[in-house]
Structures are given as C-alpha cells and as structure tokens.
C-alpha cells in the first residue's frame, strides 16, 4: 500500500506561482501512473493533471492546460505539480493519488487510491 503526503500549498496573489509535491512510500510507487485533483467547498472533487508511470505522459484539465505543469521523480517517489498565473477560482484543496492499474477513465476520482491528505491552495485577488 502507498500512503502519498502532500505539501507546498500557501496563501498566493493572483498570477502568482506554487509547487506542490507529493511524497510517495512504498515500492509500487514508480511503477503507478498518478494524479492530481482538487475541492473547493461546496464542489466535488475534480481532475486537475496526471501523469503516466514513467513520466512520459501527461495530461490537464483544460482550465489549467498551459499553466500548471505535472512531473515526477521516481528516484525521490516524488510527484510534483508547479502551478503559475494562479487565478482566484484555483483555490482549494489539491491531493495527489495513484490511479489502478488497468482504469480507463483518468478524470474520475474513482479510478485513483491511497489519497494523501491534501494541501490548501489559496490565490487572493
């Protein structure tokens, strides 16, 4: 079982930049295509990026496509996602998660596990 600890979040002005990382234990981790999704209160969780298990893929919400950036390093089992123009409506929660092998829908929360505990973004206007 993978247990993943996010952090980098904080308290941002609009067009501003971010990094979150998350931490991965256990030895599946490089062999495990994983994601990033966010919440803000009173929404449902929503797809943010993912990234394939080698790190050769890469996929984005639209409303993030251009701005933020997924990577990983799989010798650190460290996921990141570097977030710049950060907009006020990018506020929420951002978890990482690692995706079942086999899932064939990337965008829905259901397809992921181990979800780490997430990290507080909040971009100020």
């Known amino acids: 079982q993978v247990q993943l600890v996010e952090s980098g979040g904080g308290l941002v002005q609009a067009g501003g930049s971010l990094r979150l990382s998350c931490a991965a234990s256990?030895?599946?981790?490089?062999?495990?295509?994983m994601g990033w999704f966010r919440q803000a209160p009173g929404k449902e969780r929503e797809f943010v990026a993912a990234?394939?298990?080698?790190?050769?893929?890469?996929y984005y919400a639209d409303s993030v496509k251009g701005r933020f950036t997924i990577s990983r390093d799989n010798t650190k089992n460290t996921v990141y996602l570097q977030m710049n123009s950060l907009k006020p409506e990018d506020t929420a929660v951002y978890y990482c998660?690692?995706?079942?092998?086999?899932?064939?829908?990337?965008?829905?929360?259901?397809?992921?596990?181990?979800w780490g505990q997430g990290t507080q973004v909040t971009v100020s206007s």
């Open positions: 998660a690692v995706r079942f092998s086999g899932s064939t829908n990337r965008l829905d929360p259901r397809s992921y596990h181990s």
């Open positions: 256990g030895r599946t981790f490089s062999s495990a295509a």
């Open positions: 990234i394939s298990a080698g790190g050769v893929l890469t």
